[in-house]
């Protein structure tokens, strides 16, 4: 099932067109392993565990993104995001294959209703990055619509419905699809009176930030439909060099633009690292939404913070930061009609 399928050949397939600088840059992501830790220099002991721990999900880091990493470190706060660790083969009964209730919220092929008023799009399974704590690492993603012709169910849904008037855009990433097939699907959304909104959740101004071109942000700002765009930042380090300038130029086209973190272990689990990387969004205009308690999807236990370490970070944030750069601590309970947030 689902990520097996995913190597980047199940990347949104190439326009027959010159190909985009950000589509040759996915093109030459590393997908290997040992590769990966012999880059960044790495201890020789690390190589094996993350060959064997590819196999349960592939390895996808983008070139961009190992340049805002240090070398050498193996607790670098990025790298632990993608290295597979021998931690992913351990098995916990309370670790799934489904944690949020996916597969109960299913309206159409690809279209997803949990919460009053939206609903979400399953654009396309794949993603410029592959992340080891990613509550979709066992979606079955192979059956998820692909073509505009595919979403055609999902769209009849969406007109038949005049009760939703904000659509996500998630996946998989929304962002590795090209702006052709991007804007043919805005186009039909726009066609739907009653939706108002498009909400674009997105990890490529982070890991590939050569996909925010002037073309991409011109397709955005000429809809009729609101554009909001929700990062997913995780660590004030991911904010620097071409990633800050991307984001940056989201926020000067005027595009209301948030985040949501998901607090893991070792990664973002200091006041330190939360209140750095609220700060850093608020500098770059971005308004930090959420920060998600980890979804418990089988072979991610290794990530998880307990809720009442996270009540303690929520703390020390509210003493350390301005009011609106504090984010909501929430999870998500399959069933519940929102997001649930986790009060301090
Ligand atoms: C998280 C989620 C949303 C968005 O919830 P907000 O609280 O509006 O950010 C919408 N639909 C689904 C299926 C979701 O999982
Ligand atoms: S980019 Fe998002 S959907 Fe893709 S692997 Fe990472 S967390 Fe999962």
Not at 11 to 24: D, E, G, K, Y
Not at 177 to 203: C, K, M
Not at 229 to 253: C, F, I, K, S
Request: with cysteine; net charge neutral; hydrophobic share 40%.
């Amino acid at each position: 099932m689902g990520f097996a399928n995913l190597s980047p050949s199940s990347a949104p397939p190439r326009q027959q067109t010159q190909r985009a600088a950000w589509q040759q840059e996915l093109a030459d992501a590393i997908l290997d392993a040992s590769q990966l830790c012999r880059e960044l220099k790495l201890p020789t002991e690390y190589e094996e565990p993350a060959r064997k721990a590819a196999k349960l999900f592939p390895l996808l880091v983008p070139r961009s993104y190992l340049q805002r990493m240090q070398s050498g470190n193996p607790h670098d706060p990025l790298l632990r995001q993608v290295l597979p660790l021998d931690a992913e083969f351990v098995s916990d009964q309370q670790f799934t294959l489904d944690p949020v209730g996916d597969s109960a919220a299913l309206r159409a092929p690809g279209l997803l209703q949990k919460y009053a008023g939206r609903a979400l799009l399953i654009t396309t399974g794949a993603c410029a990055i592959h992340c080891r704590y990613c509550f979709r690492r066992h979606y079955p993603y192979a059956a998820a619509p692909r073509k505009l012709e595919d979403w055609e169910p999902a769209l009849q849904e969406l007109r038949n419905d005049s009760t939703i008037h904000e659509l996500l855009l998630s996946g998989g990433d929304p962002l590795t699809l090209t702006d052709a097939r991007l804007g043919a699907l805005i186009a039909a959304l726009e066609d739907i009176p009653h939706l108002r909104r498009i909400r674009l959740h997105t990890r490529l101004p982070i890991v590939l930030p050569s996909r925010v071109t002037a073309e991409f942000l011109h397709l955005l700002r000429e809809s009729r439909l609101t554009p909001i765009m929700v990062l997913h930042a995780n660590h004030a380090q991911e904010l620097t060099g071409d990633a800050a300038h991307a984001v940056r130029n989201l926020v000067r086209a005027g595009i209301t633009t948030l985040n949501q973190a998901v607090l893991l272990r070792g990664i973002n689990d200091q006041a330190t690292s939360l209140t750095d990387l609220c700060e850093r969004l608020i500098d770059l205009g971005v308004i930090p939404y959420y920060l998600h308690q980890l979804d418990r999807v089988a072979g991610a236990a290794h990530f998880e913070v307990p809720e009442s370490a996270g009540r303690e970070l929520m703390i020390e944030l509210r003493r350390r930061l301005p009011g609106y750069a504090v984010p909501q601590y929430v999870r998500e309970i399959a069933g519940e009609p929102h997001k649930t947030p986790i009060s301090v």
